[in-house]
């Protein structure tokens, strides 16, 4: 099993994460902001990665670090949890559509971290959060994890829908990424020898 533990400790956060790339989509997650544990929820349901995180952090100040470090550490431990990449399938492209809404996510494990972020929202909050927080969970998580991320909104008016398909079209897209290529599981999938 692929699996990984990380725990980081700020100032700011308190974060403690386990990942099973090969599990069931189980999830225990607790951030302290709902909407980003439901979105959480929904990358480890649609990925069928286990994922346990729970976050301590200053909420009192705002919620800015609580996501990008929560960010930071899934990433973390998706990429440890990897470990030499050999046999992946390592690119996935998924279109989610969610009623109006028609998002896409492109995806590269490639260990060179890059975020393309063309995601427009309407209103400034959803539940709790700055809706410009997305953005920095989606960085931290492609830095932390060694990954090329395209994330697109194609078309959509409601921006719950538009963040939650985006979310669910990265877990499908790390479900197909991550998983094992029968044909090769022993081959590093680079002409380089190395990701």
């Not at 990942?19 to 302290?32: A, C, F, M, P, S």
């Not at 705002?62 to 046999?87: M, N, R, Y």
Request: hydrophobic content about 35%; some cysteine.
């Amino acid at each position: 099993m692929r699996t990984a533990k990380v725990n980081r400790k700020t100032k700011e956060t308190s974060i403690e994460t386990k990942v099973n790339l090969d599990g069931k989509g189980q999830y225990k997650i607790n951030t302290g902001i709902g909407f980003l544990d439901h979105m959480l929820e929904q990358v480890a349901k649609h990925s069928l990665i286990d994922i346990k995180l729970k976050v301590k952090g200053d909420l009192h100040i705002d919620l800015h670090h609580t996501t990008e470090d929560s960010g930071i550490v899934l990433g973390e431990a998706i990429a440890k949890a990897l470990k030499d990449k050999k046999g992946i399938r390592r690119y996935a492209t998924t279109y989610i559509p969610m009623d109006e809404t028609l998002s896409r996510v492109s995806l590269d494990i490639s260990n060179r971290p890059y975020l393309v972020w063309n995601v427009k929202l309407k209103v400034e909050k959803l539940g709790e959060m700055d809706t410009e927080l997305f953005k920095e969970w989606f960085q931290a998580f492609a830095q932390s994890a060694g990954i090329t991320l395209h994330v697109e909104n194609i078309y959509g008016d409601n921006s719950h829908h538009i963040i939650e398909s985006c979310f669910k079209a990265l877990a499908k897209s790390l479900r197909i990424a991550v998983e094992k290529d029968k044909r090769a599981p022993k081959l590093l999938p680079s002409t380089k020898g190395k990701l």
